[in-house]
């Protein structure tokens, strides 16, 4: 029998017992109580309040609008939808760039009004005193590093990251640094396979890839995209289950016309 069906409640020992395995880790994100209910209960290993919420629920362009007590008001409508899954928050853009006391007092902030169990930052070597300083007060922290959506103004694309030699020798570097650190896993975001494949290799900790390819040890894709509620999203490494957006708006359609025509309620619909 895998690790999965085992565990009762997915803690970070259990994630990186799963990469000594050999077992793959699942991970999808989740902003609500509803949609957290269903992930977990059909038993993904991590479930990720993803700072897109700022994208998926809220319709901005960027990450960069949504606030801490937005990211907090998400996770703890999670929280209360999950049983087994082990819950990760993003650090919203601004809440822990300026200084690791800052970074510290954010993440205080997302474990104790949330009840979450752990967050992701965007960066390296940058944001290595913050991780340091979060892990110091018991926090775990996963990491996050190739296309960082936080930092879409510098980048100034959505495009694949670390194709150049020096860019992808950074993200080695960045991604021991954060092992040595004490981040007990790594997310890698769109970059060539074949780099995250040799930084999975070369790390103890679990990476989880999203547009990262096969090598890695586990995926993160965002849930709307998974069940085709968001349309205009279609990345190469997306890969859609569903297609709710069509399926949700003709259910929304019946219904008027159920309305219009007297149809709903019926005799059987009403008291
Ligand atoms: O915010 C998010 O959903 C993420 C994933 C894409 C990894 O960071």
Redo the contacts with the bound molecule.
Sequence with gaps: MSVHNNIRKVTTHQLHEMKTRGERISML?AYDYSMAQIVDAAGIDVI?V????SNVMAGHET?LPITLDQMIYHASSVVRGVDRALVVV?LPFGSYQGNSKEALTSTIRIMKESGAHAI?MEGGEEIIESIKRILTAGVPVMG?LGLT?QSIYKFGTYNVRAKEEAEAAKLLSDAKLLEEAGCFAL?L?KIPAALAEQVTQSLNIPVIG?GAGGGVDGQ?L?AHDLFGITQQFSPRFLRRYLNLYDDMKGAVQQYIADVKSRDFPNQNEQY
């Design positions: 994100t990720l993803g700072d897109s919420a990450t993003d992701k996050h959506p997310v975001e999203i993160v965002v």
